[in-house]
């Protein structure tokens, strides 16, 4: 069964650029699915960031789009998030998840990213 | 703002049923049903437990039950357990907007 899990700085600076890593095991990022993040600040729903196919393609939420870039690692099976010019309100609990059957079928534990105001 | 819409709260006995309803658009829902939901406890990840509107992940309890009417799609949770109380998230797809999450509803096993 496929494994997800998120790794990155818990604080991040206010103007900073956000980064987060999500390594894939049990399953090759190169089996043909997409790969995604989505974020919960604390106490509210789910956001869903952006996604990433094997190749590079790349679809974003168009309310994110102009601060977020999902890149891929083949080669070292994972696939990571870059959100710049955060701030307060970039607050939450970021997930990376597979993408599959217009679904988001295996999700990582979450990792709580802190930006202070 | 999301799309979707959804009751912030519905509640039942044990071994009672409960729907959730999820309301959007003739542009989402209405065209293609492509509808997940995601269960999730408090500190937890979510966890897929419908997707197409009606199909069940293996592993899945038989108790979750999807379907669609119109531009609304439901979730249907027969024999309420104790273990069923959590926030729960519908989730449409459509090819212009990919993923948009609904606001969540809380689910209380009174």
């Known amino acids: 069964q496929v494994q997800l899990q998120e790794s990155g700085p818990g604080l991040v600076k206010t103007s900073g650029t956000l980064s987060l890593t999500c390594a894939v095991s049990g399953g090759s990022i190169s089996s043909g699915y997409w790969w995604s993040w989505v974020r919960q600040p604390p106490g509210k729903g789910l956001e869903w960031i952006g996604e990433i196919s094997h190749s590079g393609s790349t679809n974003y939420n168009p309310s994110l789009k102009s601060r977020v870039t999902i890149s891929v690692d083949k080669s070292r099976n994972r696939f990571s998030l870059n959100l710049s010019s955060v701030t307060a309100a970039d607050t939450a609990v970021y997930y990376c998840?597979?993408?599959?059957?217009?679904?988001?079928?295996?999700w990582g534990q979450g990792t709580l990213v802190t930006v202070p105001s | 703002q999301s799309a979707l819409t959804q009751p912030a709260s519905v509640s039942g006995s044990p071994g009672q049923s409960i729907t959730i309803s999820c309301t959007g658009t003739s542009s989402d829902v209405g065209t293609y049903n492509l509808v997940s939901w995601y269960q999730q406890h408090p500190g937890k990840a979510p966890k897929l437990v419908i997707y197409e509107g009606s199909k069940r992940p293996s592993g899945v309890s038989h108790r979750f039950s999807g379907s669609r009417s119109g531009n609304t799609a439901s979730l249907t949770i027969s024999g309420l357990q104790a273990e069923d109380e959590a926030d729960y998230y519908c989730c449409s797809y459509a090819y212009s907007t990919f993923y948009v999450f609904a606001t969540g509803t809380k689910v209380t096993v009174l």
């Open positions: 998840a597979r993408s599959g059957d217009y679904c988001l079928e295996y």
